[in-house]
């Protein structure tokens, strides 16, 4: 019977006196959107003190790396993940308490297809060129004559006298490229006989 009161008196002791940390605990939950972390203590007692990481698929920088400070009986932190790629994911939780001597964690769950996959990027439409504007060229137009534009008097005997000039020269290069050619080609005869 001492034996029996002694370990009744012992285990309410143990429940009565039992340090805060031994009920400690955290909880986390994960979807694509989110990973909640729930953590409950004794109130009574020293604050909450934990280190968290959060990772996606291990590759990349960590969406959350930093220790957790609480008062309390219970506190919830809340990291947005943001998945939205229509594919599966692990998402890693390691979780560590620093002041308290519960339970301490590291585990992966994979969550997803996440979403649906983001729209094809749009197709560039290709431009349409507006029709050319019709250009119309103008009419070809000779010259106007001499004679009919507003030329002074002076200047239009100036050009009828170096018309003149320029027609003589041309005759008179024509003549002599004639009598030339003439000469070239009677030259091998002998001088006709006059008499």
Known sequence: MKRTIRTVLLSLA?????????????RWDVSCDKVTVTYTQFSSGTPGVAHLLV???????????????????????????????????AVRVAHRWINRDARTWDETREVGPCGSPPPPPPVPETPVAPPAPVTVAPPVLAPPHPDSMDVPPKAKQHAKRVARKHYRRIV????????????RATSHRSPRNPG
């Open 14 to 26: 143990a429940v009565l006196f039992l340090p805060a940390a031994a009920h400690a605990t955290a």
């Open 55 to 89: 990772k996606v698929d291990d590759s990349g920088p960590p969406a959350y790396d930093a220790d957790v400070r609480f008062d309390g009986p219970s506190y919830v932190l809340t990291v947005p993940l943001n998945l939205n790629d229509g594919q599966k994911h």
């Open 172 to 183: 008179e290069k024509r003549k002599r490229e004639r009598r030339h050619a003439q000469h």
